[in-house]
Nanobody, 122 residues
Framework: VQLVESGGGLVQPGGSLRLSCAAS????????IRWFRQAPGKEREGVSCISRDGTIYYASSAKGRFGISRDNAKNTVYLRMNSLKPEDTAVYFC?????????????????WGQGTQVTVSS
């Protein structure tokens, strides 16, 4: 069972990135998938979540700029990030929750990826 994030990198302010969270060993469509991020010296925070019925949640910092989506055929969840700001710089993690429903508590998630670095800088 594994979650693998990809798509991070260095981008200028105002730019875009699409992060991917690919699952192996289980099917994502029965799970809630949440994106978290953690910046140096800061606590981990939730960014966005998609539940098994497709209900979507965004943190206020992500609303209007980020979009979460699921491709069941590819067993992958994406996080599209537009209008990126330097304060979006962090390691981004995806996590899967077996109940299928989004929850803000990180310790309620069953599987975690290793993270992908996003750096927004000119």
């Amino acid at each position: 069972v594994q979650l693998v994030e990809s798509g991070g990198g260095l981008v200028q302010p105002g730019g875009s990135l699409r992060l991917s969270c690919a699952a192996s060993g289980f099917t994502l469509d029965a799970y809630a998938i949440r994106w978290f991020r953690q910046a140096p010296g800061k606590e981990r925070e939730g960014v966005s979540c998609i539940s098994r019925d497709g209900t979507i949640y965004y943190a206020s910092s992500a609303k209007g700029r980020f979009g979460i989506s699921r491709d069941n055929a590819k067993n992958t969840v994406y996080l599209r990030m537009n209008s990126l700001k330097p304060e979006d710089t962090a390691v981004y993690f995806c996590a899967a929750r077996g109940s299928g429903w989004c929850n803000s508590l990180g310790n309620s998630y069953d599987y975690w990826g290793q993270g992908t670095q996003v750096t927004v800088s000119s």
